[in-house]
């Protein structure tokens, strides 16, 4: 017996199985498992059955045959994970050839394509009802309702032993003890699951909710189908009040999912959409009441500013005002019209004393009292010695009375010689 190397047998059985034409193009059916997507595109993975496990691997360059759903990509490399996932204990055929990995020393199935099995027709006519409601209108975004921020009475159309209403009653009560749960328990899967959702929406639709959530956790299309049923996409599309579906995992996609008011990731993100936070609510109010205050202070503090300007300027032309200004006014020209009547007053006071005293020069009363005297001839008063002859009567007349005289004697007298003797007035 000829002794061999790890490698030398390897090398042989590789040669047996990758030359036998009935491993060069098989069909493999089973279940995918231990599915890892690698940065370098090629995906490894598991196929079993509930007696074996076959390693397997399908390359980057075939990605393009793996055949899944319309909404997952295979070539879009920012899918990988949503690819993943969705391979992951998949029912599957897969088509390629037996190899023999000789650095591990096991056979494996290099995949040329991948495809679901069993479903087929399933995704079929999922497509096309998908594109029949749509030219419909059923997925319009102008027939959708929004929905509400505050909700107090959610219903909820799942089944009551199921994960998705633990999930949402625990993200409620964690959120808002305040709101109120409205659970209708519903078939989601098998025989009677349509009719059961669609009786679910109609009840819970005539409870004058503020919002229904529509789910259930995930599975396979099999298993979620029930919400791709024309009957349900109707109810929800007729239902008045907003609904929220949530039907499986991130990746699952159903037509309830396109026809209602919004899509949630999973049952768990539909309850953080429909129940809002309390506490969170709480602090909005708090800090819309800062806010709210601030701009009360602000608006007062500038009506303040507004007021005391119109008071100003109201003030400023109030009948009141307006008279004291006239007032001032007055009270000023009286005190100029008086200042200026002192002035002419005491100029009229000083000019009469001084017309006085020049009166006081000219009295005749005076100048008889000084020993000055006036004489008349026929009642005429004498003025010059040359108007009298002698043995004229003339008056003379004194302060204290009157003498009747004879001129007995005439002397003339030279005036240019007595200059001296005259007083000159001038104003």
């Known amino acids: 017996m000829k002794t061999c190397t790890v490698s030398e047998i390897t090398n042989y059985i590789k040669g047996i199985i990758e030359t036998e034409p009935g491993l060069m193009n098989v069909s493999i059916k089973g279940e995918l498992t231990n599915v890892k997507v690698h940065s370098s595109g090629h995906i490894y993975f598991s196929i079993k059955d509930d007696k074996s496990v076959m390693a397997g691997i399908i390359f980057a360059g075939n990605r393009r045959n793996i055949k899944l759903t319309e909404d997952i990509n295979p070539l879009d490399r920012t899918k990988d994970r949503e690819l993943n996932n969705k391979l992951e204990n998949a029912k599957v055929v897969i088509t390629g050839q037996i190899k023999v990995y000789e650095a591990r020393g096991v056979y494996q199935i290099y995949a040329d394509s991948i495809k679901l099995d069993g479903v087929g027709d399933l995704y079929q006519r999922f497509e096309e009802l998908k594109k029949e409601l749509a030219e419909m209108g059923m997925f319009a975004n102008e027939y959708k309702k929004p929905i509400p921020k505050y909700a107090f009475k959610v219903g909820i159309v799942t089944a009551k032993t199921g994960a998705a209403i633990c999930d949402i009653c625990s993200v409620a009560a964690g959120r808002n003890p305040y709101v109120d749960l409205y659970l209708y328990n519903a078939l989601v899967q098998g025989d009677g699951a349509k009719e059961s959702i669609v009786k679910g929406i109609e009840t819970l639709d005539n409870m004058d909710l503020d919002v229904i959530i529509v789910g259930r956790g995930g599975g396979s299309i099999e298993d979620l189908w029930a919400f791709n049923e024309e009957c349900v996409a109707r109810a929800i599309f007729s239902c008045k009040t907003p609904v929220i579906s949530a039907v499986g995992h991130e990746i699952d996609y159903t037509i309830s999912d396109f026809v209602a008011d919004a899509r949630a990731e999973t049952p768990t993100a539909a309850a953080v959409l429909a129940v809002f936070d309390y506490n969170a609510f709480l602090q909005d109010l708090d800090r819309y009441s800062d806010l709210l205050k601030e701009k009360l202070q602000k608006r007062v503090e500038s009506a303040t500013v507004k007021y005391d300007n119109l008071n100003l300027k109201l003030n400023s032309k109030a009948p009141r005002v307006l008279l004291n200004k006239k007032i001032n006014e007055a009270q000023k020209i009286e005190k100029e019209l008086l200042d200026k009547l002192n002035f002419i007053y005491n100029n009229k006071v000083v000019r009469y004393n001084l017309l006085l005293e ?57 005036l240019k010689a007595s200059k001296e003797n005259i007083d000159i007035y001038r104003k």
């Open 358 to 414: 020049r009166l006081k020069n000219k009295n005749v009363l005076d100048k008889f009292k000084q020993g000055y005297l006036k004489a008349f001839t026929l009642d005429k008063p004498l003025l010059s010695a040359e108007n009298v002859t002698k043995g004229d009567e003339i008056k003379i007349e004194l302060a204290d009375g009157v003498l009747n005289a004879e001129v007995k004697e005439i002397k003339l007298r030279d």
